[in-house]
């Protein structure tokens, strides 16, 4: 963040900017508490309400202030009165003789209208809304919200939300009572203990619930849209067993109320651990098939253990964000390391280790102590420090020390030596090499995690088949016969088979898929499917199976190399696959039609309405993923409609950076064409004047 140094108070007293992006004043003020009421517009995107702080003044001072973003109006009261009160663009500063000790309610009145930190989505593409969900971290929740950016201000916050009656509102804390107010409905939550502005949580859209208990009679709330409803077992999967793994894990009970999940669309991240009240990207929502390529277990353990480690004890400044997701990182990893074994979590840690020493290898390694760290650092190397610090003290003084860290600073601000205090006082340990290896380093101590590594039995076996990476085929044949000895190892196995595509097709590797194949492994014909670089008539059996395989992945995979290899079945291929499917992940399905479009014996009329349903994953209501997929098909076939051209210029103004620079990398590349750029230049001439100014100032057509 920019360090900016303003005048604040008649003393002209200079402070510097944090990095939360606003001036501190902790030492001045205290704000206590917020109530906040919020009333959301189901005809506008403006959000409105009143939020009342009550304050302690710790020292004398003229004035105070509220971070405020986008007001479109606000009053100011001060104890019931009006007061006088300046807005910068940036804070509302509130003029008053605030003396030392004494307390005090302010009340903003306000209306903001914002297209960062709360997005409002329209999930059906029919031009309205139908979702809200907020993101504070990074954003600043005073984008939207009066509130205190300096995540070193923790209130407790109790949150009124008013909206359309036929949408669900969710916030932090404990829903205490929803009222009918004409076509609206009042939603009221309750918190009992403090938290960082950035916590703040709103989602409002057409949600159903299914509550959930845990060891220690916990409610867990999962959030679903209706027509999902048979998605929930597969998408919350391990939720509770998580949970209950990571109270005793970490000893200290689960410090909220209820702990809330809510899958919003077009999220900016993977997910959001806002306090009790977690939000995940609706990508995540699979079904029992879809688990198997790609589910919410990691993110679902990552969030959960924030509530603890950013939420509960939260950083001071950015230099200290490894407490935060460092231990997010490894207590989710621990969560894994109950549910799939010792083998799967060290696998994670090699696999990590081999990301952190290739970001060294680059030159772009920073020490875990600095605020400019990658995610990387700050995730995966803090994860490591971690494990390494427990290895260093032995498990029983590790969880001592943890436990007596979120107990002493519990509802406070902590900084890297806070910890480390804790843990020498527990386990007498000088920790002065520990820190210089592993938090002030920049780079990856890669000796030091390799002899961590080497403790596990599994590691010694995938170092050696490893190793085999180099060796002829004639080499490692004894090898993989081992690897392949019941009962099998599937991680053993998917290195295998990553290494037999790196030698030439003979019988003993056809053997040897075949072999692997048999073991039934869904992940281990997975890896076979998406390791296949072109058609074997020698593995078309195998391939056939692997249509009824439970991954739409594998089912893709196998689908292309059959059609690829046999030109005079495609039609009866395609025909088989579709009655055989019952259902189809989106991929799969633009696959699908893809295929169907380049095979004969599809009348045109039948082509025209696989081109109709391939060129329909462009649209709004399909996500971010998706539609980046479905360009590239209809690129490669020379078939963009004017409609995914509008698609295009809409993903080009999306609200997610990533997507929007890819489909501007794309509309860039397309616009260079004669053909393409009569077709956009007649696309852009029909839409609204205000869109059409926006897309030629962002291109400068």
């Given at each position: ?134 993101q ?17 201000e ?54 159903d ?78 079904d029992?098939?879809a ?25 001071t ?14 207590y ?5 390391r ?16 081999e ?14 102590l ?89 590691m ?19 090898s ?5 000895r ?9 290195e ?25 492994n ?6 076979i ?80 309405k696989?081109l ?13 993923q ?10 490669n ?7 995914n ?29 004669n ?27």
């Amino acid at each position: 963040m920019k360090t900016t140094i303003i005048w604040l108070f008649a003393s002209l007293l200079s402070v510097i900017v944090t990095a939360q992006d606003s001036p501190s004043q902790t030492e001045f003020v205290d704000f206590k508490t917020a109530t906040a009421d919020i009333y959301v517009n189901a005809n506008s995107e403006i959000i409105s309400g009143t939020i009342d702080f009550q304050v302690d003044i710790l020292k004398d001072i003229p004035s105070l202030f509220i971070d405020a973003k986008n007001l479109t109006r606000y009053d100011v009261k001060l104890d019931g009165k009006p007061v006088p009160a300046d807005y910068n663009e940036k804070q509302i500063v509130v003029e008053s003789r605030f003396r030392e000790s004494g307390t005090h309610t302010i009340t903003v009145e306000f209306s903001t209208e914002t297209n960062k930190a709360l997005y409002h989505i329209d999930r059906d593409n029919d031009g309205k809304w139908d979702q809200i969900w907020t993101q504070g971290q990074g954003k600043y929740t005073s984008n939207w919200l009066p509130s205190i950016d300096d995540m070193n201000e923790k209130m407790i916050w109790d949150i009124g939300v008013t909206a359309p009656s036929q949408y669900r509102a969710i916030s932090n804390g404990v829903l205490k009572e929803t009222t009918e107010i004409d076509t609206n409905k009042k939603w009221q939550f309750d918190m009992d203990y403090p938290m960082s502005s950035y916590l703040v949580a709103l989602v409002v859209g057409d949600y159903d619930v299914q509550i959930k208990k845990t060891a220690t009679q916990k409610p867990i709330e999962l959030y679903y849209y209706p027509e999902d409803a048979q998605k929930v077992a597969s998408t919350y999967k391990y939720t509770v067993q998580m949970f209950d793994f990571l109270e005793r894990e970490i000893g200290i009970e689960y410090p909220w109320e209820v702990y809330k999940q809510i899958p919003v669309k077009d999220f900016l991240y993977s997910g959001m651990e806002n306090t009790t009240a977690t939000i995940f990207n609706d990508e995540f929502v699979v079904d029992e098939i879809a688990f198997n390529d790609g589910n919410y277990v990691t993110v679902n353990a990552h969030e959960l253990a924030h509530q603890w480690f950013g939420d509960l004890v939260t950083e001071t400044e950015g230099k200290h964000h490894w407490l935060q997701e460092g231990f997010a990182t490894y207590y989710s990893m621990l969560a894994e390391r109950d549910i799939y074994g010792d083998d799967h979590y060290y696998m994670t840690l090699f696999e990590n280790a081999e990301s952190l020493l290739a970001q060294t290898k680059s030159g772009k390694g920073t020490a875990l102590l600095d605020a400019s760290a990658s995610s990387l650092t700050f995730y995966q190397h803090g994860a490591w420090a971690l494990h390494a610090l427990r290895a260093q003290i032995g498990d029983a003084d590790f969880k001592l020390s943890v436990r007596e860290y979120l107990k002493k600073y519990a509802g406070r601000n902590v900084t890297t030596d806070d910890f480390l205090n804790v843990v020498t006082e527990i386990s007498g340990e000088d920790l002065t090499g520990f820190k210089n290896r592993w938090l002030t380093n920049t780079q990856f101590p890669s000796a030091e995690a390799l002899v961590l590594l080497r403790k596990s039995n599994f590691m010694e076996q995938y170092f050696q088949l490893s190793a085999r990476s180099i060796s002829t085929f004639d080499e490692a044949f004894n090898s993989y016969k081992e690897t392949l000895r019941a009962p099998i190892n599937e991680l053993l196995v998917e290195e295998m088979i990553k290494q037999l595509s790196l030698h030439k097709k003979n019988d003993r590797i056809i053997e040897l898929y075949k072999e692997a194949a048999a073991t039934g492994n869904l992940k281990v014909r997975q890896a076979i499917a998406l390791s296949l670089q072109e058609y074997d008539p020698a593995l078309d059996k195998i391939l056939r199976t692997m249509l009824n395989d439970e991954s739409y992945l594998t089912r893709e995979s196998a689908l292309f190399l059959l059609w690829q290899g046999n030109p005079m079945e495609r039609h009866a291929i395609l025909q088989e696959t579709r009655e055989l499917w019952t259902s189809m992940s989106p991929s799969l399905e633009m696959a699908w039609n893809a295929l169907a479009l380049n095979s004969a014996d599809y009348k045109n009329n039948e082509k025209y309405k696989f081109l109709q349903r391939l060129s329909g994953f462009t649209s709004p209501v399909y996500s971010p993923q998706t539609r980046t997929a479905a360009f590239d098909y209809l690129i490669n076939l020379d078939a963009m409609s004017a409609q995914n051209y509008r698609d295009l210029m809409d993903a080009c103004v999306h609200h997610s950076w990533r997507f929007y620079k890819n489909s501007r990398d794309i509309f860039e590349a397309l616009y260079k064409k004669n053909e393409s750029r009569v077709v956009i230049d007649r696309v852009i001439a029909t839409m609204p004047v205000e869109e059409q100014k926006r897309i030629r100032d962002l291109f400068k057509v």
